[in-house]
Nanobody
Framework: QVQLVESGGGLVQAGASLRLSCEAS????????AGWFRQAPGKEREFVAT????????SYADSVKGRFTVSRENAKNTVYLQMDSLKPEDTAVYYC????????????????WGQGTQVTVSS
């Protein structure tokens, strides 16, 4: 089992930055991929970014490419999501996920999920 704990969400104005953290504990594996997803009210959960624990291979949704950066710190079993130039449409609950065998954009490919952290961007 892997437990994931997100932190770093909050309320910011448009154009500001936030950094989300996701600390993994339990039976983590450097061979797997971690990802970030988000879900806005009334909408389906959508892919944001993914990163491989071992090589750091990344992929982003088009809506965040160039503004968000995913990274990891293997020694701390932690994945980060640096969010810059935030827009009101980025408002959502952000979830960390882990345990995918590949850098998938599909939520059902990930075995483990955090509880989510709220990000609210005001205009």
């Amino acid at each position: 089992q892997v437990q994931l704990v997100e932190s770093g969400g909050g309320l910011v104005q448009a154009g500001a930055s936030l950094r989300l953290s996701c600390e993994a504990s339990g039976r983590t594996s450097s061979g797997y991929f971690a990802g970030w997803f988000r879900q806005a009210p009334g909408k389906e959960r959508e892919f944001v970014a993914t990163i491989g624990w071992s090589r750091g291979t990344t992929s982003y949704a088009d809506s965040v490419k160039g503004r968000f950066t995913v990274s990891r710190e293997n020694a701390k079993n932690t994945v980060y999501l640096q969010m810059d130039s935030l827009k009101p449409e980025d408002t959502a609950v952000y979830y960390c996920a882990a345990g995918a065998l590949v850098g998938s954009r599909r939520a059902n490919e990930y075995q483990y999920w955090g509880q989510g952290t709220q990000v609210t961007v005001s205009s």
